[in-house]
């Protein structure tokens, strides 16, 4: 009997030691984990500065001399600088020619283009009379998405239709008007 007892405090010593022997080795393992389970480092940050972009038209959108009758018609500027005549109106030998933009920025930045909405106005010099600009189009083409900037420039060219009423609701004289374009970096 005196062996049992001896032998059931000797488990529960050892329990009790055990049970000890693990709790400090759990908490040293945790601890130490913790302590490899964190770095600190320190990172580097960048940021640059480009030249803004700027757009300066150096060819006017100019639908030239022409002459219509009473039935009026269509005049369309491509941007490749040809000129086509539709309806009763005819071309007569002038300057014409697409509306041509130099684009600059910083080099290989990409921009995109936004056309105008809707018509120009083009007023005449000495009545109220008026003819409307539409059907804009753009080379490099808008659809195309951005476009680059080539050793930070590019040439755009600006096409459109000239709208040309009858020969009372257009009469003989000058038409001007003015159309925005919209450029930005990409």
Known sequence: MIQSLAFFWFLKINTNMTRNLIITLLLSLLLSVSGVAQSTITANVFAEIIDALT??????????????????????????????????????????????????????ASFTLQLPDGPAVLFHSETNKTMFVENWVADPPVENGPSVLSNGNRIVSIGATLNVGSYDANPVGIYSGTFQLTFAYN
């Open 55 to 108: 757009a300066n038209e150096t060819n006017q959108l100019n639908f030239g001399r022409f002459s219509t009758d009473m039935n009026g018609g269509d005049i369309i500027i491509n941007p490749d600088g040809s000129r086509a005549m539709q309806g009763s109106v005819i071309g007569v030998a002038s300057a014409y020619g697409p509306g041509i933009f130099l684009i600059t920025g910083a080099p290989e």
